[in-house]
T-cell receptor, first 115, second 116 residues
């Protein structure tokens, strides 16, 4: 299995620009999670989906952030407009209902730098 | 709301020393507990997990953890560390909802440095 795939791996953009991060979960997994990692705040859950439906988006910091999951194999996290404080590593993870512990498998992350 | 507290932010040990990293959580319901490791420049990897049964769980690379429900703790242990264990360690918790698992709540992490 290829694991969770994220793209791009690195993104450098200027303040005010739109940023789109992409995630392909492991085939057969029905839950998808977006996390953000910063030095100050550690790892935070932004939003997660079950069966392509957003369940909890209370971690999304502002209206500038939005996430979609149009089908079971693809999700996007969009920031518009981006700000320097959005600089972080964004991780996507997926898990499969019925596997007991619902272990989450993480992707390699996208390192976002907003200048 | 769930919260996770990791007691040590930075730990420095010599090779062959024993390791124990503390983790406490707060949540009123049934939880799943995890320890993840993040090697420098890499993504999170699962070390071990607990969801029910034997409170002493064994994971990869010789790590183990003990769930003590009365103390809301899930401490990570390894009897003899190696230089390759240098990494960031995260304790995490989630619970179940009707459609699947909730997102993970992470502790702040413990930066472990093993000196040769």
């Amino acid at each position: 299995d290829a694991g969770v795939i994220q793209s791009p791996r690195h993104e450098v953009t200027e303040m005010g620009q739109e940023v789109t991060l992409r995630c392909k979960p492991i085939s057969g997994h029905n839950s998808l999670f977006w996390y953000r990692q910063t030095m100050m705040r550690g790892l935070e859950l932004l939003i997660y989906f079950n069966n392509n439906v957003p369940i909890d988006d209370s971690g999304m910091p502002e209206d500038r952030f939005s996430a979609k999951m149009p089908n079971a194999s693809f999700s996007t996290l969009k920031i518009q407009p981006s700000e320097p404080r959005d600089s972080a590593v964004y991780f996507c993870a997926s898990s499969k209902k019925g596997q007991g512990t619902y272990e989450q498998y993480f992707g390699p992350g996208t390192r976002l730098t907003v200048t | 709301a769930q919260s996770v507290s990791q007691h040590n932010h930075h730990v420095i040990l010599s090779e062959a020393a024993s390791l124990e990293l503390g983790c406490n959580y707060s949540y009123g319901g049934t939880v799943n507990l995890f320890w993840y490791v993040q090697y420098p420049g890499q993504h999170l990897q699962l070390l071990l997990k607990y969801f029910s049964g034997d409170p002493l769980v064994k994971g990869i690379k010789g790590f183990e953890a003990e769930f003590i429900k009365s103390k809301f703790s899930f401490n990570l242990r390894k009897p003899s560390v190696q230089w390759s264990d240098t990494a960031e360690y995260f304790c995490a918790v989630n619970s179940y909802s009707g459609g699947g698992a909730d997102g993970l709540t992470f502790g702040k992490g413990t930066h472990l440095i093993i000196q040769p």
